[in-house]
């Protein structure tokens, strides 16, 4: 049972729009969610994260927004830019007593130039 | 020097063959974690510890052990190494500092059974 889903395997956008990746978790115990970025031949690195407490968490070109109700968190990258492109891996977890995180299954995001 | 190193890198092993991976951390964090990726599936957790002492199984925990020697070190071992274990192996450490989970990666180990 995937608890963490991201639909889209993939993505294409141009360079200097907006990317938009999806995420929709069903696990209503988790209240700790980040995003990580991979390239080829790498560990994911850390990107952005958002407790649940919030429903918005920027970081420079990086947004990420939750609706709770909607079960359902998104990563806006603004201007995109080559170097965005990689997988993107969503991650949630449920703080309290539990700190493992639980991964979708990734989306490939290329940037055209 | 990168926080968190993973060896070998690359690995080819035969059917039956145990097989060890190494990672090592010099972030400091106690907690540490193994992880395998698949086309498809994305991550998913093998094992985990809080500590030297405290060693907890995943969700995909056959086939595998681990042991952990010290703070900087956790090792991930295939006793009997099966084709399906093919998979990228990723080793992390978490970060609790400020509130915020947030876990650091290695490189990852590609292992191949044949």
């Known amino acids: 049972d995937q608890q963490v889903k991201q639909n889209s395997p993939s993505l294409s956008v141009q360079e200097g729009r907006i990317s938009i990746l999806n995420c929709d978790y069903t696990n209503s115990m988790f209240d700790y969610f980040l995003w990580y970025k991979k390239y080829p031949a790498e560990g994911p690195t850390f990107l952005i994260s958002?407790?649940?407490?919030?429903d918005k968490n920027e970081d420079g070109r990086f947004t990420v927004f939750l609706n709770k109700s909607a079960k359902h968190l998104s990563l806006h990258i603004v201007p995109s830019q080559p170097g965005d492109s990689a997988v993107y891996f969503c991650a949630a977890s449920a703080r309290v007593g539990n700190e493992k995180l639980t991964f979708g299954t990734g989306t490939r995001l290329t940037i055209i130039p | 020097d990168a926080d968190v190193t993973q060896t070998p890198r690359n690995r080819i092993t035969k059917t039956g063959k145990r097989i060890m991976l190494e990672c090592s951390q010099t972030k400091g964090h106690d907690r540490m974690y193994w992880y395998r990726q698949d086309p498809g599936l994305g991550l998913r957790l093998i094992y985990y510890?809080?500590?030297?002492?405290?060693?907890n199984k995943g969700e995909i925990s056959d086939g595998y052990s681990v042991s952990r020697q010290a703070q900087a070190k956790f090792s991930l071992s295939l006793e009997s190494a099966i084709p399906n274990q093919t998979a990228l192996y990723f080793c992390a450490t978490l970060d609790r500092q400020g509130g915020t989970d947030t876990q650091y990666f290695g490189p990852g180990t590609r292992l191949t059974v044949l």
């Open positions: 958002i407790s649940s407490i919030k």
């Open positions: 510890s809080f500590d030297v002492k405290d060693i």
